[in-house]
Structures are given as C-alpha cells and as structure tokens.
T-cell receptor, first 114, second 113 residues
Framework: ETGVTQSPTHLIKTRGQQVTLRCSSQSGHNTVSWYQQALGQGPQFIFQYYREEENGRGNFPPRFSGLQFPNYSSELNVNALELDDSALYLC?????????????FGEGSRLTVL | AQSVTQLDSQVPVFEEAPVELRCNYSSSVSVYLFWYVQYPNQGLQLLLKYLSGSTLVKSINGFEAEFNKSQTSFHLRKPSVHISDTAEYFCAAETSGNTPLVFGKGTRLSVIA
C-alpha cells in the first residue's frame, strides 16, 4: 500500500511569486485535505477536496486554491506569496465511511518565502 | 466552532518516568478525538483515537488516553517513557457532520536520559 507522498519537500520562493505543491493520496482514498503548519504551531486547515470538488475551507484567502484530479491526487496553489506563507504544508488523505475519518499525512512541503 | 487547547507547550521528563500531556476541547456536541505524533522532519502519524464506546483508548506503544466528557478532556498518558518518545504531540478533534479536523498547538515532549 503506497502512502501519501508530497513534492517538492523543500522550496524557496520570493514575495509575490506563485507556488504549486503536489500530493498523491494513499491508495483507495478519495479525500484530500491540506493543512498549513507554521513554526511552533499546530496544523491549520486550508481546504478539503472530495471527488474533485472543494468540500470545506478554512480561514485562508482566495489566493490559496487547489485542485483534485480523477486519480484523487491534488495540488495546492498559492499566488502572490507573502512572508507569512512560510510554513510546512501538509497533505492528508482519507476515505470517509460514515462521518468520521482518520487522516493519513504526508511528510510535507516546507516553503520558505524570502 | 470547535477548538482544542493543549495546556503545555513543552514537557521535559526523565526516561522511565510517567508523563501526561493535557488536552481540552470546546465542543459539547458529539466529538471524535485524536492524538497525533510528529517526529522531527516528518509528517503526522496517528497515535490513538476515540470515536465511541470505551472511554479509555490505547496505542500499541504504551500510550493511553481517556475521554472525559464532563471535563471536556482527552489527556494522553504513558507510565514509563523512552528516549524514542521524544517528539511533538498534537491533540485533534472532529465533530460529527464531516467537519475538518481541528488541531491544538502541540506539546513538545523531551525525554531526558
């Protein structure tokens, strides 16, 4: 069984640039959630995709956007990068049966904005 | 909205000593509770979970947590810690209705030899 994989693992951007982060979900999972983990903080929910549609969004501006593809992999796009966007971005996949799911996390993409 | 509070940001403890990491949640409706562990430079791994039934849940590596509805708590305990338990521990909660998982700020457990 293949776990959740994310790419790239590390990247450095400058303010105003755009970034795309990628995530391959665990085999058999149809839901992907993205979280932002700033240094010393817990993960903050950005949004979730279920069967290629956005299925919930946290308190993040529209310059954070995403996609989910037919194979359930996903992308997180961030436009007009700001210094505060520096963080570890975590992707988690799950397969909801009923109302409660357990998340399986990738190792994250560490973004540094200079 | 659901919120999760982890009362201690850092907990140092000597090897083989007991430890308790505290977690409180806010919601009074049906809630599902989780503890995740994050080792350095890694993603989060599920340690244990409470969905329903017995209020005491256990992990395979000796951790346990007890759901206390009256105290709105889900504290994590281990009777004897090892050096390898050094990590960041996150408490998380999800209310019914497919709401997103909400995390606390984490507790850094440092086990001292």
């Amino acid at each position: 069984e293949t776990g959740v994989t994310q790419s790239p693992t590390h990247l450095i951007k400058t303010r105003g640039q755009q970034v795309t982060l990628r995530c391959s979900s665990q085999s058999g999972h149809n839901t992907v959630s993205w979280y932002q983990q700033a240094l010393g903080q817990g993960p903050q929910f950005i949004f979730q995709y279920y069967r290629e549609e956005e299925n919930g969004r946290g308190n993040f501006p529209p310059r954070f956007s995403g996609l989910q593809f037919p194979n359930y992999s996903s992308e997180l796009n961030v436009n007009a990068l700001e210094l505060d966007d520096s963080a570890l971005y975590l992707c988690a996949s799950s397969s909801y049966r009923g109302r409660v799911g357990e998340l399986f996390f990738g190792e994250g993409s560490r973004l540094t904005v200079l | 909205a659901q919120s999760v509070t982890q009362l201690d940001s850092q907990v140092p403890v000597f090897e083989e000593a007991p430890v308790e990491l505290r977690c409180n949640y806010s919601s009074s409706v049906s809630v599902y509770l989780f503890w995740y562990v994050q080792y350095p430079n890694q993603g989060l791994q599920l340690l244990l979970k409470y969905l329903s039934g017995s209020t005491l849940v256990k992990s395979i590596n000796g951790f346990e947590a007890e759901f206390n509805k009256s105290q709105t708590s889900f504290h994590l305990r281990k009777p004897s810690v090892h050096i390898s338990d050094t990590a960041e521990y996150f408490c998380a909660a999800e209310t019914s209705g497919n709401t997103p998982l909400v995390f606390g700020k984490g507790t850094r457990l440092s086990v001292i030899a």
